[in-house]
């Protein structure tokens, strides 16, 4: 699940999307690898419609520019148990052909063959040349301008 929204926090939108593919590598009931392709055509709102105003603008240049870059990737390289016992994920997310590493903190249970992660992901779109309507590079745009925050609720259900 996707979030964005203006600076002002006013105007939230939330929505859905759907990794293709990936692997996850598992050693002693623990994650320690992995990778995961997002196919960005699946950008949908949260009633799960592909077919709206939004989600075409999502999808274009101004956004995630999907007819060039159908896809998004993450490589898991470093996961790191916590103190509180959830998981600290590093890995190198590429959006837009641009890669940038990432951290966040994870649930991450293995049992019976069956690898449960739950995790939440918050990126500086700007950082993968999302620019459109962002204050850092756009100085008139006052209260239209959108949060340079995206946040991700990343739910993962592997099966050996």
Do not use: C
């Not at 939330?14 to 994650?31: C, F, H, P, R, T």
């Not at 060039?68 to 898991?76: G, N």
């Amino acid at each position: 699940m996707w979030k964005g929204a203006n600076v002002a926090g006013t105007n939230t939108h939330l929505g859905y999307i759907s990794i293709s593919k990936g692997a996850l590598m598992v050693e002693n009931s623990q994650l320690v690898g992995g990778t995961a392709e997002v196919d960005m055509n699946t950008i949908s709102n949260e009633n799960h419609d592909s077919n709206d105003g939004l989600i075409d603008h999502l999808k274009n240049q101004d956004f995630f520019d999907v007819e060039r870059f159908p896809t998004a990737k993450i490589v898991l390289t470093k996961i790191v148990p916590a103190n509180n016992g959830d998981t600290n994920v590093t890995g190198n997310l590429t959006i837009k052909g641009i890669t940038h590493p990432v951290t966040f903190p994870a649930k991450v249970d293995v049992k019976g063959g069956i690898l449960n992660m739950n995790g939440k992901l918050s990126i500086d779109r700007t950082l993968w040349d999302i620019r459109y309507q962002s204050g850092k590079f756009f100085d008139l745009i006052a209260d239209r301008a959108i949060s340079d925050s995206i946040e991700f609720d990343i739910k993962i259900i592997a099966k050996k």
